[in-house]
């Protein structure tokens, strides 16, 4: 028996407590630093600069004007004075309540961004039918992945508004329920828009061409269904919203001048320029990461189910169940797409965890 296998002595103890004093000592790091951005805040140490112009643009449509129209937002003079609106109106409407809450709180969306990420990635972790002990790591790794909270709590970007959808997907999916796994993944996809070319990871899922079909036109259906639902409430503002995501309103920036940065982050130019640093030829990057499964060989196997292609565990153990971190990293424009399954490659197991990016950060 291998160390690593032996559940008897204190490997697997120890290396438990080091992953939940590291997630815990990361997250107080992160939680630390949010407050920090809280109680230092004032007009040379701006934050939520990016949730501006969505109450902005919001409190316009409820005045009656225009809101994709930069001079009708109530911007006072500062840094983010010249951002514009350009969200649907339908798929960021919920971040009406986030604003109302800013406005009674100053720096309040910073508590309710996190209860919006860790409750997401925590209950993605329990529909995953992980133990209540998995459950709290995802919990608390949620907080520091890909550094997600910290970059949401400085922009204030609504992205956080991804998560739920995001977290819904995989788990209709982790349920073999295909056209509510592509719906959720459809809508998650309007407010960042990009994020739709996602879907194409719903074509390398262990499952028979049929569901294959039945969640990409999902997916496809409720994009559309949203941004017609959309255009219905907005009215005359549909041109207005057209014209500025393809930047064609004068003397207004355009959806795609923004620069990228250290507080404007886009994954895809990360990846390549990680790649480019190591003299690496990136070619095509492709969709999927694969992750070897911790379980040992033929002695665990699942079994196959029939209808759809999934391999089911023989238990929820950590050697089985994946540690589901809940890429919830809006901030980092890596949100989760297709879903935790299971595919068997000969005589090992593989998890397949297909990702989406949003390039667009705004």
């Keep these: 028996m291998s160390w690593v296998a032996d559940r008897k002595g204190l490997t697997v103890p120890l290396c438990l407590l080091a992953l939940i ?7 107080v790091r992160d939680l630390r630093y949010a407050l920090s951005l809280v109680q230092n805040a004032d007009a040379e140490h701006l934050i939520g600069w990016d949730l501006l112009p969505t109450c902005h643009g919001l409190a316009a449509l409820a005045a009656g004007k225009d809101p994709y129209i930069h001079s009708n ?4 003079p500062g840094p983010a004075s010249w951002m514009a609106y350009y969200y649907p109106i339908a798929a960021a409407y919920p971040a009406k309540l986030i604003c109302m809450a800013q406005d009674l709180l100053p720096g309040a969306y910073v508590g309710n961004y996190l209860l919006i990420l ?10 995953l039918r992980l133990s209540n002990l998995e459950v709290a790591i995802v919990a608390l790794v949620s907080i520091s992945a890909f550094s997600a909270y910290r970059w949401l709590a400085l922009t204030g970007n609504i992205a956080v508004l991804e998560a739920p959808l995001a977290a819904l997907s995989i788990a209709a999916l982790h349920r073999r329920r295909y056209e ?3 719906a959720a993944f459809g809508l998650m996809s309007t407010l960042k828009v990009l994020p739709l070319v996602g879907v194409l ?6 499952v028979g061409w049929p569901q294959k079909a039945r969640a990409i036109a999902a997916a496809v259906a409720a994009f559309i269904a949203l941004h017609l639902v959309n255009a219905a409430i907005s009215g005359s503002y549909t041109v207005s919203f057209v014209k500025a995501t393809l930047g064609q309103i004068p003397n207004q920036p355009a959806l795609f001048s923004e620069a990228g940065g250290l507080n404007n982050p886009n994954f895809i130019d990360f990846v390549f320029a990680l790649l480019h640093t190591f003299n690496v030829d990136t070619g095509l990057v492709g969709p999927c990461l694969l992750l070897p499964d911790p379980g040992r060989g033929d002695n665990h196997a699942g079994t196959e189910d029939a209808g759809d292609g999934f391999i089911t565990p023989p238990s929820a153990s950590l050697d089985w169940q994946p ?13 989760p797409s297709a879903p935790w399954c299971r595919l068997r490659s000969r005589r090992s197991y593989f998890q397949a965890a297909s990702c989406d990016v949003s390039a667009t950060s705004h």
Excluded at 21 to 27: D, E, N, P
Excluded at 323 to 335: P, Q
């Design 323 to 335: 540690l589901c971190a809940c890429f919830c990293c809006s901030g980092s424009n890596l949100t």
């Design 201 to 206: 990871a719903f074509l390398v899922i262990p």
């Design 180 to 182: 509510l796994s592509g």
């Design 73 to 76: 937002l109530a911007h006072t």
């Design 21 to 27: 004093v590291a997630a815990a000592w990361l997250a």
């Design 118 to 127: 860790v409750g997401s990635c925590a209950a993605l972790a329990w529909s």
